[in-house]
């Protein structure tokens, strides 16, 4: 189970005291995320002049924003996931059946083989019926 | 390119008029993502109390939390999807392995074959001779 961790983060310039199960470093990063976007805003002239309620809603649109991009990032991710799982049943059905197209041939190559070894002795038995009959002539 | 679009939003109850290249129905989107989570702060009866400062703050991390899990999402999904593409790396050259077995023991089957049908008739050829020698007896 996770503890409840009281951390300290810097926004804005002010501090906050957060009480959460959040780990002290992933906080730091997300105000660390925040401030960059605030360092941003500021280094545009026009946002000095906006009323606090404004720059909230701003910051608030901005954030989720980033949120809704990375949420159509997972969605994309994901049907190229699914694409490559039915890529590969496919590719797993292939190999199953070029292997069993595989041991087929190979009985019939066996069953060749034996056939072969058969007709061999076959000729070596008649080859040796037609000298016998040579020398009994 | 994109136009520059003028689009009235909502949000806590506040009327904005929102400058920029995104679409109304993407805006009308992220303003009741922005909404439903005040609906949720206002459901504690703690939040109420907050000074402004710090309910705005919490928004933020509230939202950005919601980002950086998007991001975590998407980091699982590209090592995922890595992974199978390696899979699908190694099984496409599997197949390429079998097919070239497959073709080395079709050349080798039909040789065998040939050589049957050489046996064959030399078995043909042997016993016709041994039945003429019976006959010219």
């Known amino acids: 189970m ?3 961790n ?3 983060v ?3 310039n002010k501090r906050y005291t957060l009480c959460g199960y959040e780990s002290d470093a992933y906080l730091q990063m997300v105000a660390s995320y925040i401030n960059d976007k605030y360092d941003l805003f ?3 002239d026009s946002y000095a002049r906006l009323e606090t309620d404004i720059k909230n809603t ?3 649109i901005n954030i989720a924003d980033d949120y809704f991009k990375e949420k159509e990032k997972v969605r994309t991710l994901e049907d190229e996931l699914e694409a490559k799982n ?3 049943f496919d590719i797993k059905h292939e190999v199953i059946s070029l292997q069993t197209k595989l041991d087929e041939l190979k009985k019939e190559l066996d069953k060749e083989k034996e056939d072969s070894i058969e007709a061999q002795k076959q000729i070596v038995k008649l080859e040796t019926e037609l000298k ?3 020398h009994k002539k």
């Open 86 to 88: 039915n890529e590969l």
């Open 132 to 134: 016998e009959r040579e």
């Open 58 to 60: 701003l910051m608030q």
């Open 2 to 4: 996770k503890e409840l």
């Open 42 to 44: 500021k280094q545009q």
């Open 10 to 12: 810097i926004i804005n």
């Open 6 to 8: 009281d951390v300290e």
